[in-house]
């Protein structure tokens, strides 16, 4: 089962995210992350999920979604054609000997220190999923004390956009 | 130019029900509906409001209405209890996909969320067993959102919308000017050429090719398409339970219905055949069996309105998307004529076996029955009684069997025949009903007298939940854990009497005969008590998740 970056166009409604949640529940599909926001059009908002799901449980998840009064548009974020990045905090274990090894890392990932106390750092970082766990995996030696995931999100490249 | 003027919101309502042809709606008062009850009683208007004992009949019965005569069903219950009692009823037309809409009436908007008297979260409860479902939050959102119900209700695969209404919208004003109903079916995908085409070459090719007929096919209104298409192309017809009606069970291509319950020729043929074309109808557990049994060693051409019924269940070697009613017509202009007679005289070597003509047992009853009552709307509760009507009626005409397909619903069937026989007063109406059921919500027997409904409605009574007893006696070895109904016997005659309703004890057929002689031109609501043995069972029967070949008998 491969994971699977979807972008959906919403009406700007409470209850759409507990109908698109509650389907997901209903009918036994994993979602992986969900973020949603606002758009240039106040009414609608904008959601990426990731799930992980055969091919045929793709399409299904897609066409349950389509039927949502609510859903406007449902689209596929693949790889190449569009941009997908997630947003990570992570607050990891730093004292006087460890803290320059733990920065040098973030220069080369391109993280940047948001917070620095006695023990600690907490790092920003933001990438496409395979970085992040990169990153992750490089920084975990040092004591990952917690890290918080903002989620995929993402936008076609070029001409095309999702429109209404 | 249109005229508009100031109402409150409560006469919006009434108003927009107008504006949407609304003959009856199935209403039961209560505190925060007080003030649209009070719009129905101070205007002038033309629907009649129906009064169940309870909320769940009150939409069984919208339903029953929806159901034969192709309009929205409309029911309106209060908040709170109100609208829990009719979760049973809206999750039922769910499940069948009948189109109804349901106003909730709702605490003011001051006391949402606050564990307010007789408060709960209504569009919460109700969201996964609707189309779709609305709060209203703004008065001026109110006309606009019952219409775009009514819309969404009837569009493409039909569905309930429940619409709730906090008191405090009913009592707000805002200016209403008339409109007419939204334009349905523009949003129906339209059939793809292509698809039809590979349709129809398969369909040219096959040696033993079966229509799966459901529900769908009577709700696009084109039973009357199939019965052609299924002429031209000489393919015999195997229905869902949903699907009976679509064509008449005397049509030689007509095989009854197919799956747990179905008859041997029907489940063979469908199970042996080459190309299965599946015509609304979404593969239920309850058809297939064993699912790759099911499928094996076949193509499947599948035609739905609803995308999702696409690979859900199974998956078809061409789909077309598209109401039937648009696809049929396409499809049948391609197709060659054919009658495929070696296939047709090999299904005909399946047939049932046989019981005496003289013996009293339910299938003689239901011909008995069958043979005075031909026209008549047959509605019916839930368990043995309903598959016999399914195994045995000669059905004549679309929509003429109100069941619960897909929930299964006990108790289902006195409310739907009080929808049946409003939408239809010319016409006789039996409800078969079992014990079991009945005594869900016999108090309904109350507004079938309150508005003299000529129902006739013929009880079986074995005093027992004989479905259910059937699974203990083949699979619990005989353990008859909770079913006897014996212990706590109601006198359904008595109770009759109760009601004021008439009624008559039938033990043999001789009695049946006398009793239908007496009752067929009765203008009165009618019940029939008919005995029967607590032995009888629904055969033939395979068992769940077996594939439908392997056939029990008792």
């Not at chain 1, 449902?74 to 730093?94: D, T």
């Not at chain 2, 002038?44 to 929806?66: K, L, R, S, V, W």
């Not at chain 2, 009854?256 to 979404?282: K, P, W, Y």
């Not at chain 2, 699974?471 to 706590?488: H, I, P, S, V």
Request: charged share 20%; net charge neutral; glycine share 8%.
């Amino acid at each position: 089962m491969e994971r699977h970056c979807l972008s959906l166009l919403v009406e700007n409604n409470f209850g759409v995210l507990a109908r698109i949640s509650g389907l997901f529940a209903r009918r036994g599909y994993n979602i992986d992350s969900l973020t949603v926001g606002t758009t240039q059009d106040d009414n609608f908002s904008r959601i990426t999920m990731t799930v992980t799901a055969d091919e045929q449980t793709l399409e299904q998840i897609k066409k349950q979604l389509n039927k949502l009064i609510n859903v406007i548009k449902v689209i596929e974020l693949k790889q190449g054609e569009a941009i997908r990045r997630e947003l990570v905090f992570i607050k990891v274990k730093a004292n006087d000997q460890t803290r320059s090894r733990v920065v040098e890392i973030s220069n080369l990932f391109r993280a940047s220190v948001v917070d620095v106390a006695k023990e600690s750092l907490v790092l920003e970082i933001t990438g496409t999923l395979s970085k992040v766990d990169a990153f992750l995996n490089m920084i975990e030696p040092y004591g990952i004390i917690e890290f918080v995931r903002s989620g995929v999100t993402g936008l076609q490249r070029g001409k095309h956009q999702i429109g209404c | 130019m249109i005229n508009k003027q100031i109402l409150r919101g409560s006469e919006i309502v009434v108003r927009c029900l107008q504006e949407q042809g609304v003959e009856y709606v199935f209403s039961y008062p209560g505190g925060s509906v007080i003030p649209l009850f009070d719009a129905f009683y101070r205007m002038d208007h033309a629907i009649t409001q129906i009064e169940p004992c309870h909320e769940q009949n009150g939409i069984h019965a919208a339903e029953g209405y929806a159901r034969v005569s192709g309009k929205v069903g409309v029911g309106i219950t209060t908040s709170g209890p109100g609208a829990t009692n009719a979760v049973t009823g809206i999750a039922n037309a769910h499940l069948d996909s009948t189109p109804l809409v349901v106003f909730t009436g709702q605490v003011t908007q001051q006391l949402l969320g606050k564990d307010s008297f007789q408060e709960v979260d209504v569009t919460s409860i109700t969201l996964p067993i609707t189309k779709h479902n609305f709060i209203i939050k703004d008065i001026t959102m109110l006309a606009p959102t019952i219409r775009e119900a009514f819309r969404i209700a009837q569009s493409g695969r039909p569905g309930p919308v429940v619409v709730d209404i906090p008191k405090d919208i009913f009592l707000a004003q805002t200016e209403y000017g008339e409109e007419k109903p939204y334009a349905l079916g523009t949003s129906n995908p339209r059939p793809q050429r292509d698809a039809v085409t590979r349709a129809a070459e398969y369909i040219n090719m096959a040696k033993r090719p079966v229509i799966y007929a459901g529900g769908g096919v009577l709700k696009s209104g084109a039973s009357k398409m199939l019965v052609e298409f299924a002429e031209k192309a000489g393919i015999p017809v195997a229905n869902s339970l949903m699907g009976l009606g679509c064509i008449p069970r005397d049509n030689p291509l007509s095989l009854g219905f197919v799956g747990m319950h179905g008859s041997q020729e029907c489940n063979l043929a469908v199970i042996n055949c080459d190309t299965l074309i599946a015509i609304g109808a979404r593969f239920s557990d309850r058809v297939t069996g064993n699912i790759n049994a099911f499928m094996r060693d076949k193509k499947i051409i599948q035609i739905d309105v609803d995308p999702t019924e696409f690979e859900k269940n199974i998956e078809a070697n061409v789909h077309i998307c598209a109401d039937i009613l648009d696809a049929l017509p396409m499809l049948n202009k391609i197709v060659k004529p054919a009658t495929h007679p070696e296939w047709i005289a090999k299904i005909k070597e399946w047939p049932l076996p046989e019981r005496s003509k003289d013996e009293y047992c339910p299938k003689n009853i239901l011909t008995h029955l069958n043979n005075t009552y031909k026209d008549a709307y047959v509605v019916t509760e839930v368990g043995q009684h309903q598959m016999w009507v399914g195994q045995y009626w000669r059905f004549k005409f679309p929509g003429q069997y109100v069941t619960s397909g897909g929930l299964g619903t006990m108790g289902f069937g006195l409310g739907a025949a009080i929808g049946v026989q409003l939408a239809k007063p010319e016409k006789d109406v039996l409800l078969v009903a079992g014990d079991g059921s009945f005594r869900m919500n016999f108090q309904e027997l109350t507004t079938v007298k309150r508005y003299n409904l000529p129902i006739k409605i013929i009880l079986f009574d074995n005093g027992t939940l004989g479905m259910v007893r059937q699974w203990q006696k083949l699979f619990n070895d005989r353990r008859y854990a909770q079913t006897d109904l014996n212990e706590g016997a109601v006198d359904y005659l008595k109770l009759a009497d109760a009601f004021h309703i008439r009624h008559y004890n039938v033990e043999n057929l001789n009695d049946l005969d006398q009793t239908l002689s007496e009752i067929k031109n009765l203008k009165e609501p009618v019940l029939v008590r008919c005995a029967i043995s607590n032995e009888e069972g629904v055969y033939p029967m395979v068992p769940a998740g077996k594939p439908i070949d392997e056939i029990y008998y008792e």
